[in-house]
């Protein structure tokens, strides 16, 4: 069964408006981590977002917030304002429990900012 | 601060050639991760390493992969003999100490296969 799920492959929005990119998670566990990262088309890795299972408010990062709907296990991302530079890869990941350490992905979401 | 490095950032050999990934983590941290990406597959983890102690290997591929972590500040990940499907993009990432903080993983920069 997946554990992360990305239902969007690609998603499109006009520069300066919002976007909101889809995250749903699969776990018994009732300590977890929700991370997001984007790859750019040059392909690092960077980090955006973390929310934790206990945390009571939405995570904000800048132009980031993570909509966190825990009783839907859903983890959407919100950009702000989007910009040119927000085109790439999003990818939503999720750390279970303690003594399980890993990082699983999802298969991502592709989004295309036009001007 | 350096983050994570790799090397080589590109790789092109022929099936049957044995191929080493090499990778430097982060000073301090002491998780190591090995992530290969695919077009079909996504981000697939294969190996990661804790105090330089493998813990779950469940993700790699078979018997032609092979991943060691001599100290704290190398880690390689093995590929013999290499075979056309091998070819992707392998991520090294590694992550703080717990006890604080996210937990988020720092990545380096990718190794790019090419298996012909």
């Known amino acids: 069964a997946q554990k992360i799920t990305q239902t969007q492959p690609g998603m499109f929005v006009q520069e300066k408006e919002a976007v909101t990119l889809d995250c749903t998670y699969d776990?018994?566990?009732?300590?977890?981590?929700l991370f997001w990262y984007k790859q750019p088309s040059s392909g690092e890795m960077i980090f955006l977002i973390y929310q934790g299972s206990y945390d009571q408010q939405n995570a904000t990062e800048g132009r980031y917030s993570l909509n966190f709907q825990k009783a839907r296990k859903s983890a959407n991302l919100v950009i702000s304002a989007s910009q040119l530079g927000d085109s790439a890869m999003y990818f939503c990941a999720m750390r279970e429990g303690v003594v399980i350490d890993k990082l699983i992905f999802g298969t991502g979401t592709r989004l295309q900012v036009f001007p | 601060d350096a983050g994570v490095i790799q090397s080589p950032r590109h790789e092109v050999t022929e099936m049957g050639q044995e191929v080493t990934l090499r990778c430097k983590p982060i000073?301090?941290?002491?998780?190591l991760f090995w992530y290969r990406q695919t077009m079909m597959r996504g981000l697939e983890l294969l190996i990661y390493?804790?105090?330089?102690?493998?813990?779950?290997d469940s993700g790699m591929p078979e018997d032609r992969f092979s991943a060691k972590m001599p100290n704290a500040s190398f880690s390689t990940l093995k590929i013999q003999p290499s075979e056309p499907r091998d070819s992707a993009v392998y991520f090294c990432a590694s992550r703080s100490p717990g006890g604080g903080g996210t937990g988020e993983l720092f990545f380096g920069e990718g190794s790019r296969l090419t298996v012909l």
């Open positions: 390493f804790n105090n330089n102690v493998p813990i779950d």
């Open positions: 776990t018994s566990d009732p300590s977890y981590g």
């Open positions: 000073s301090g941290h002491n998780s």
